[in-house]
Protein backbone atom coordinates (compact mmCIF):
# COMPACT_ATOMS: atom_id res chain seq x y z
CA UNK A 1 0.00 0.00 0.00
CA UNK A 2 1.34 3.53 -0.96
CA UNK A 3 0.77 7.02 0.29
CA UNK A 4 -2.50 8.97 -0.67
CA UNK A 5 -2.35 12.22 -2.50
CA UNK A 6 -3.95 13.87 0.60
CA UNK A 7 -0.81 12.27 2.48
CA UNK A 8 1.78 13.29 0.65
CA UNK A 9 0.82 17.03 0.31
CA UNK A 10 0.45 17.14 4.21
CA UNK A 11 4.27 14.91 4.08
CA UNK A 12 5.37 17.27 1.50
CA UNK A 13 4.50 20.82 3.61
CA UNK A 14 5.97 19.35 6.88
CA UNK A 15 8.81 18.90 5.25
CA UNK A 16 9.30 22.53 3.56
CA UNK A 17 8.52 23.59 7.18
CA UNK A 18 5.30 24.37 7.10
CA UNK A 19 2.85 22.29 9.87
CA UNK A 20 0.42 20.78 8.05
CA UNK A 21 -2.52 18.35 8.86
CA UNK A 22 -5.88 16.88 7.38
CA UNK A 23 -8.76 19.99 7.32
CA UNK A 24 -11.29 20.25 10.89
CA UNK A 25 -14.19 21.98 12.01
CA UNK A 26 -13.63 25.66 12.09
CA UNK A 27 -14.20 25.38 15.99
CA UNK A 28 -10.83 23.55 16.44
CA UNK A 29 -8.77 26.14 14.39
CA UNK A 30 -9.35 28.15 18.04
CA UNK A 31 -6.61 26.23 18.96
CA UNK A 32 -4.40 27.26 16.39
CA UNK A 33 -0.86 29.65 17.84
CA UNK A 34 0.80 30.10 14.40
CA UNK A 35 0.12 29.83 11.15
CA UNK A 36 -0.88 26.25 9.78
CA UNK A 37 -1.71 24.12 6.77
CA UNK A 38 -5.19 22.34 6.82
CA UNK A 39 -5.52 20.28 3.88
CA UNK A 40 -8.43 18.45 2.08
CA UNK A 41 -9.26 16.61 -1.04
CA UNK A 42 -11.41 18.92 -3.44
CA UNK A 43 -11.88 16.34 -6.58
CA UNK A 44 -10.16 13.39 -8.02
CA UNK A 45 -10.93 12.51 -12.09
CA UNK A 46 -9.37 9.37 -12.75
CA UNK A 47 -10.63 9.41 -16.12
CA UNK A 48 -8.18 12.39 -16.57
CA UNK A 49 -5.53 11.69 -13.99
CA UNK A 50 -5.72 14.95 -11.64
CA UNK A 51 -6.44 15.24 -8.43
CA UNK A 52 -7.50 18.91 -6.71
CA UNK A 53 -6.17 19.10 -2.74
CA UNK A 54 -7.29 22.13 -1.07
CA UNK A 55 -4.79 23.74 1.10
CA UNK A 56 -6.30 26.65 3.58
CA UNK A 57 -3.37 28.33 5.49
CA UNK A 58 -4.94 29.67 8.51
CA UNK A 59 -2.90 32.13 11.07
CA UNK A 60 -4.35 33.76 14.15
CA UNK A 61 -4.58 37.67 14.10
CA UNK A 62 -2.16 38.73 16.48
CA UNK A 63 0.55 37.30 13.93
CA UNK A 64 -0.83 39.51 10.95
CA UNK A 65 -2.08 38.74 7.81
CA UNK A 66 1.66 39.43 6.16
CA UNK A 67 2.36 36.00 8.07
CA UNK A 68 -0.16 34.11 6.47
CA UNK A 69 0.02 35.32 2.87
CA UNK A 70 3.74 34.28 2.97
CA UNK A 71 3.41 30.55 4.28
CA UNK A 72 0.59 30.50 1.79
CA UNK A 73 3.67 31.44 -1.03
CA UNK A 74 5.28 29.09 0.60
CA UNK A 75 2.74 26.02 -0.42
CA UNK A 76 2.79 27.46 -3.52
CA UNK A 77 6.39 27.03 -3.74
CA UNK A 78 6.54 23.63 -2.15
CA UNK A 79 3.56 22.03 -4.23
CA UNK A 80 4.71 23.85 -7.27
CA UNK A 81 8.28 22.21 -6.97
CA UNK A 82 6.27 18.50 -6.37
CA UNK A 83 4.94 19.33 -9.87
CA UNK A 84 1.28 20.83 -8.85
CA UNK A 85 0.08 24.26 -10.52
CA UNK A 86 -1.19 25.83 -8.19
CA UNK A 87 -3.28 29.15 -7.55
CA UNK A 88 -3.17 31.18 -4.51
CA UNK A 89 -6.58 33.04 -3.16
CA UNK A 90 -6.69 36.36 -1.46
CA UNK A 91 -6.62 36.59 2.06
CA UNK A 92 -9.60 36.88 4.35
CA UNK A 93 -10.50 37.22 7.94
CA UNK A 94 -12.77 35.42 10.32
CA UNK A 95 -13.71 37.40 13.00
CA UNK A 96 -15.07 34.53 15.26
CA UNK A 97 -12.28 32.69 15.01
CA UNK A 98 -10.26 35.39 14.98
CA UNK A 99 -7.80 34.10 12.16
CA UNK A 100 -6.38 34.83 8.65
CA UNK A 101 -7.25 32.71 6.06
CA UNK A 102 -5.48 32.25 2.73
CA UNK A 103 -6.54 29.33 0.31
CA UNK A 104 -4.79 27.35 -2.57
CA UNK A 105 -5.84 25.64 -4.73
CA UNK A 106 -3.37 23.13 -5.94
CA UNK A 107 -3.89 20.88 -9.16
CA UNK A 108 -1.48 17.56 -9.28
CA UNK A 109 -1.57 15.03 -11.84
CA UNK A 110 -1.41 11.04 -11.72
CA UNK A 111 -3.53 8.21 -10.52
CA UNK A 112 -5.00 8.46 -7.16
CA UNK A 113 -7.40 6.07 -4.80
CA UNK A 114 -8.15 6.12 -1.28
CA UNK A 115 -4.75 4.84 -0.13
CA UNK A 116 -2.33 5.34 -3.23
CA UNK A 117 -0.84 8.60 -5.39
CA UNK A 118 1.04 7.42 -8.34
CA UNK A 119 2.48 10.83 -10.02
CA UNK A 120 2.50 11.35 -13.72
CA UNK A 121 6.11 11.89 -14.90
CA UNK A 122 5.14 13.37 -18.59
CA UNK A 123 3.78 17.56 -19.04
CA UNK A 124 0.75 17.56 -19.53
CA UNK A 125 -1.57 20.25 -20.39
CA UNK A 126 -4.13 22.39 -17.57
CA UNK A 127 -7.37 21.27 -17.57
CA UNK A 128 -9.25 24.64 -18.51
CA UNK A 129 -12.32 23.49 -16.47
CA UNK A 130 -10.40 23.44 -13.04
CA UNK A 131 -10.12 27.12 -13.34
CA UNK A 132 -9.98 30.23 -15.78
CA UNK A 133 -7.43 33.17 -15.85
CA UNK A 134 -8.59 35.90 -17.86
CA UNK A 135 -7.64 39.99 -18.66
CA UNK A 136 -10.05 42.06 -19.13
CA UNK A 137 -12.66 39.15 -20.26
CA UNK A 138 -9.78 37.37 -22.63
CA UNK A 139 -9.30 34.13 -21.24
CA UNK A 140 -5.98 33.08 -21.26
CA UNK A 141 -5.11 29.71 -22.73
CA UNK A 142 -1.40 29.39 -21.91
CA UNK A 143 -1.52 30.27 -17.87
CA UNK A 144 1.36 27.85 -15.71
CA UNK A 145 0.53 29.62 -12.52
CA UNK A 146 -1.08 32.93 -10.96
CA UNK A 147 -0.53 34.38 -7.19
CA UNK A 148 -1.52 37.55 -5.27
CA UNK A 149 -0.62 38.51 -2.45
CA UNK A 150 -1.25 42.15 -0.45
CA UNK A 151 1.15 44.59 0.03
CA UNK A 152 0.68 45.15 3.85
CA UNK A 153 2.26 48.44 4.73
CA UNK A 154 1.74 50.36 7.43
CA UNK A 155 0.74 53.31 5.49
CA UNK A 156 -2.59 51.59 4.97
CA UNK A 157 -5.16 51.46 8.04
CA UNK A 158 -7.27 48.76 7.08
CA UNK A 159 -6.34 45.43 5.34
CA UNK A 160 -8.32 46.18 2.78
CA UNK A 161 -6.70 49.32 1.20
CA UNK A 162 -3.47 47.71 0.60
CA UNK A 163 -3.08 47.28 -2.92
CA UNK A 164 -2.08 43.53 -4.43
CA UNK A 165 1.07 42.43 -5.99
CA UNK A 166 0.60 39.53 -8.69
CA UNK A 167 2.45 37.10 -10.83
CA UNK A 168 1.46 35.56 -13.65
CA UNK A 169 3.69 32.77 -15.53
CA UNK A 170 2.64 32.01 -19.21
CA UNK A 171 4.20 29.66 -21.81
CA UNK A 172 3.59 30.01 -25.03
CA UNK A 173 4.49 26.76 -27.40
CA UNK A 174 6.54 27.26 -30.69
CA UNK A 175 3.77 28.55 -33.51
CA UNK A 176 1.11 29.95 -30.98
CA UNK A 177 -0.07 33.48 -31.43
CA UNK A 178 -0.17 35.57 -28.14
CA UNK A 179 -2.81 37.55 -27.24
CA UNK A 180 -2.57 41.59 -26.96
CA UNK A 181 -1.26 43.12 -24.14
CA UNK A 182 -4.72 44.52 -22.05
CA UNK A 183 -4.53 48.19 -21.94
CA UNK A 184 -4.11 49.27 -18.68
CA UNK A 185 -5.52 49.72 -15.93
CA UNK A 186 -7.26 46.37 -16.43
CA UNK A 187 -8.55 43.53 -14.75
CA UNK A 188 -7.99 40.26 -13.86
CA UNK A 189 -10.09 37.32 -13.10
CA UNK A 190 -9.28 34.01 -11.30
CA UNK A 191 -12.09 31.37 -9.91
CA UNK A 192 -14.42 33.37 -9.05
CA UNK A 193 -11.99 36.65 -7.91
CA UNK A 194 -11.70 40.10 -9.57
CA UNK A 195 -8.28 41.78 -9.61
CA UNK A 196 -9.49 45.11 -10.78
CA UNK A 197 -7.29 48.57 -11.74
CA UNK A 198 -3.86 46.00 -12.78
CA UNK A 199 -0.61 47.94 -14.39
CA UNK A 200 2.49 45.88 -15.20
CA UNK A 201 5.77 46.68 -12.89
CA UNK A 202 7.69 44.03 -14.57
CA UNK A 203 8.08 42.04 -17.61
CA UNK A 204 10.14 38.91 -18.58
CA UNK A 205 10.39 37.39 -21.87
CA UNK A 206 12.80 34.00 -22.01
CA UNK A 207 12.98 32.50 -25.29
CA UNK A 208 13.65 28.70 -25.52
CA UNK A 209 13.53 26.04 -28.47
CA UNK A 210 9.82 24.81 -27.22
CA UNK A 211 8.30 28.16 -27.61
CA UNK A 212 8.42 31.63 -25.32
CA UNK A 213 7.98 31.83 -21.31
CA UNK A 214 6.63 35.18 -19.89
CA UNK A 215 6.64 36.85 -16.24
CA UNK A 216 4.46 39.49 -15.77
CA UNK A 217 4.30 40.98 -12.32
CA UNK A 218 2.01 43.69 -11.15
CA UNK A 219 -0.51 45.56 -9.10
CA UNK A 220 -3.84 45.41 -8.65
CA UNK A 221 -5.76 48.22 -6.73
CA UNK A 222 -8.54 46.23 -5.75
CA UNK A 223 -9.32 42.89 -5.07
CA UNK A 224 -13.24 41.08 -4.50
CA UNK A 225 -15.32 38.10 -5.28
CA UNK A 226 -17.65 37.32 -7.90
Not at 24 to 34: E, I, S
Not at 38 to 48: F, L, P, R, Y
Not at 73 to 94: H, K, N, R
Amino acid sequence: MGKSILNTVIDLLKEGGIPAAPAQPQGNMLRVHTGVAAVSIGKVDTAKETAVVLVEVVSPMKNGAKQCQDKALTVCDILSAAGAECVQSGCSFDSRTAMFCVPVTALFYGKATADDWIPKEEPVEIPKEVWTISADGQTLLHVRSFSAKQAVDIQYKKLEDAPWEFTLEEFFPDGVQEPAEPVEPFSVQVSGQMFSGCTLTERRRVYTEQGIEQVRKGIATTWRTE
